[in-house]
């Protein structure tokens, strides 16, 4: 079906931009290109709810396609870079911190309810000498970063101590690769073929991920 929407992107484009006119809102939509389950509406700037809703219901009157298929339209995700400080390297029964430790008690922690992890936490100590940690963490976020906003400098318990999130722009204890952004090997030791975008985890270049400024995931 998005075969079908290509065909006539041109007319589709001049019907949405005409009901967000209608209905005063300033965005509209400048092209639509395919992607991966779906398709592209790249507009002027980020919708808002009200212009979401909008684009969805025009595409669930087009005649000929099954409305069931049409999912609700959604912004691209970008990476946020965050980091934990203040708790021990190693724990009460003495041994280190591990990633599925930090997983496990994020799942018990409030702050954390609505977080979901773009990479494998990774703990390291602060210091050669140091008997504290600092714990790595990237998050799946919203383009002007809310999620990240939320958490950055707030504080929680865990057991008697106190710890704190803050904002880092990337981990510099710990190899990551170029093509897929992942932590745990550098880029020339990728067996991966292609790269994947550094804030979307597209298939695409970073430089590119601005281009795609509404992912309307329509399954068409």
């Known amino acids: 079906m998005a075969e ?14 005409s009901l967000l006119k209608g209905i005063k809102l300033t965005m509209h939509t400048e092209f639509i290109c395919p992607c991966a389950g779906g398709l592209s509406i790249v ?29 609700s ?22 041994n280190k911190i591990t990633s599925k430790n930090v997983v496990e008690f994020m799942k018990h922690i409030d702050l954390f309810e609505d977080i979901s ?27 002007n ?15 008697h101590h106190i710890a704190t999130v803050r904002a880092t722009n990337m981990n510099p204890g710990v190899p990551q690769c170029h093509n897929y952004w ?12 292609g790269s994947r975008c550094q804030k979307c985890n597209g298939p695409h270049k970073l430089k590119h991920h601005r281009d795609l400024a509404l992912l309307c995931c329509t399954n068409l």
Request: aromatic letters at 10%; a positive charge; one cysteine or more.
């Open 4 to 17: 079908t929407i290509m065909g006539e992107a041109s007319t589709h484009i001049f019907q949405i931009n």
């Open 43 to 71: 507009t002027n700037n980020i919708p808002n709810p009200s212009d979401l809703s909008t684009i969805e219901k025009y595409f669930k009157l087009i005649k000929g396609l099954n409305t069931d298929n049409i999912l």
């Open 73 to 94: 339209p959604r912004l691209p995700q970008s990476k946020s870079y965050l980091k934990i400080t203040s708790l021990p390297y190693l724990q009460a029964d003495g």
């Open 117 to 143: 992890l773009a990479t494998k936490p990774h703990v390291i100590k602060a210091s050669p000498k140091s008997d504290m940690s600092i714990i790595w963490f990237d998050i799946w976020d919203t383009q």
């Open 145 to 159: 970063s809310s999620k990240a906003k939320l958490l950055i400098n707030y504080s929680f318990n865990l057991g």
């Open 182 to 193: 992942k932590w745990g090997h550098f880029t020339f030791s990728c067996r991966a073929h």
